[in-house]
């Protein structure tokens, strides 16, 4: 579990403890599986994230990711979004098998949400791609990789840079 660390009171606090400060007001004034609760989680993360704290990030991405589900329903932008952050925290600290779920989630909820062609959707496409190379899939990686392309032809045309 992630703890808070202790409240300064200084005119000049670190973002970090306002974002803490903000968590522990939500939850106790909306409730901690409230959707406001869950975003101000996702923001304390991907800060967290940018302090190379990817443990205490996930853990907190983990959390928003259960609430948004539950109130937003996992077809929506926001919980696909947080899925594909938790993804790529997990990713990024080599923990390949526990991030390809949540990117397959996020793949899933963009397809369903903004469609296969959206630039969001074939961004994770492609970062799914490339963490299923990274696990030797390569099946799965090439399946996953004509899909981002695709999408991206299907959008852009076939002359595009990104196609």
């Known amino acids: 579990a992630v703890a808070p660390p202790a409240s300064k009171g200084s005119a000049h606090e670190d973002p970090e403890e306002l974002c803490w400060r903000a968590l522990r007001g939500l ?17 304390l993360a991907e800060l967290l994230r940018g ?14 990711l259960q609430a948004q589900e539950a109130t937003l329903g996992s077809s ?4 696909a979004e947080t899925a594909a952050a938790a993804g790529a925290v997990l990713a990024e600290s080599g923990k390949l098998t ?7 989630r996020a793949v899933r ?14 961004e994770v496409q ?15 990686a090439e399946s996953a990789y004509r899909s981002a392309i695709l999408g991206s032809k299907a959008a852009f045309g076939e002359d595009h840079p990104t196609t």
Do not use: F, I, N
């Open 51 to 64: 302090r190379d704290r990817s443990e205490e990030a996930c853990a907190l991405y983990t959390r928003a």
């Open 27 to 43: 939850d106790a004034r909306l409730g901690a599986e409230h959707r406001e609760a869950a975003l101000c989680r996702v923001r």
């Open 109 to 122: 909820a963009w397809e369903a949400s903004l469609g296969t062609e959206h630039p969001d959707t074939m």
């Open 76 to 79: 929506h932008p926001r919980t």
């Open 98 to 104: 526990a991030a390809e779920p949540l990117l397959k």
């Open 126 to 140: 492609c970062q799914l791609a490339a963490l299923l190379q990274g696990q030797g899939k390569t099946d799965e």
